[in-house]
């Protein structure tokens, strides 16, 4: 057996080590032209020649948690592209999304920008009751995202693509309660996959849906979000502002609006990182699993894009 890692700016060696020692039956390689088929491959933006060579691939593991930008590759039809469930991914995540989210209802910004200026102040406490918090899509992360923000007392919605009954949750579904969804929250939460359905999802139509100091909180692809209509609502006073951590380019370009924009809070793409031991350990699960010609869970559906 034969295991292909292509994993552009990702060191390779810990990774080898770590299925070496877990799989010490089977051939294990970092990619280089030429080197010709593998069985398995672990993948994270590989070019399209390491996937012109895979003629045998049994599965391919992406070790992130979105595949939109593999698939946007020439890839075989009926080639079996696997996605980590978690792998550590879903607690990072529910903690930042309840950072930002804390951070933006207790006005810790203000408070810091006080401070900065000598200033001693306090601000009229706000109720939980009026902070309805909507997340949209509900996979593995954004159901753990959404039971951690219930712990804070803040009501929760939920919309997905399609009917999902969570504990604690008004969930909607479809594009047909999309504007409910939205006209009933204030902070939006994005976790949605990107597919050709979401590109845009986040633009002046439907930010414009928020109730009024509306927040934004983009985890998911900078795919989703129209920036310059982002830029058009938090000017206008609509919304209130955004937390983002995806952007349409990455690194962030220098002289980019978001760079100095006082309603906008950012990071580099560092919400929830993949973290190698428990990516390793559920690869090794999931190729043992092939092996034996069970079935695994993870596989990503050609047709939904996730």
């Not at 590759?73 to 978690?86: F, Q, S």
């Not at 000598?118 to 992360?141: A, E, H």
């Not at 479809?174 to 996959?193: I, K, Q, T, W």
Request: glycine share 10%.
């Amino acid at each position: 057996m034969r295991i292909t890692f292509c994993c552009t700016d990702t060191k390779a060696e810990p990774w080898l080590q770590g299925l070496r020692a877990a799989l010490p039956h089977a051939e294990v390689a970092n990619w280089t032209p030429g080197d010709g088929p593998a069985d398995y491959a672990i993948v994270w933006a590989p070019p399209q020649q390491f996937i012109d060579e895979q003629t045998r691939l049994r599965a391919l593991f992406n070790i992130g948690a979105g595949v939109d930008a593999l698939l946007q590759l020439k890839i075989a039809p009926g080639t079996t592209i696997v996605r980590l469930d978690d792998a550590g991914m879903s607690v990072q995540m529910a903690d930042y999304v309840c950072h930002a989210l804390i951070r933006h209802f207790r006005e810790f910004d203000g408070y810091a920008s006080d401070v900065a200026n000598g200033k001693w102040s306090y601000r009229r406490p706000r109720l939980r009751s009026d902070f309805p918090v909507g997340i949209m899509g509900l996979g593995v992360l954004g159901q753990r995202v959404a039971q951690a923000v219930q712990q804070f007392d803040f009501p929760v919605l939920g919309w997905s693509r399609s009917p999902k009954q969570l504990q604690g949750l008004r969930t909607y579904c479809g594009s047909g309660e999309l504007p409910a969804f939205l006209s009933a929250s204030r902070v939006l939460v994005c976790l949605l996959p990107l597919t050709d359905e979401t590109q845009n999802i986040l633009r002046h139509e439907t930010l414009s849906q928020l109730q009024p100091g509306g927040y934004l909180i983009n985890v998911a692809r900078g795919g989703h979000l129209v920036e310059e209509d982002l830029i058009t609502l938090l000017d206008s006073g609509h919304l209130a502002g955004a937390m983002l951590d995806v952007f349409r380019q990455e690194p962030l370009p220098p002289g980019h609006a978001f760079w100095t924009h006082p309603k906008i809070s950012m990071t580099p793409h560092t919400a929830a990182r993949t973290l190698r031991a428990e990516s390793i350990a559920q690869i090794v699960q999931k190729i043992g699993a092939l092996q034996r010609g069970e079935p695994i869970a993870g596989v990503v559906n050609w047709q939904k894009g996730y």
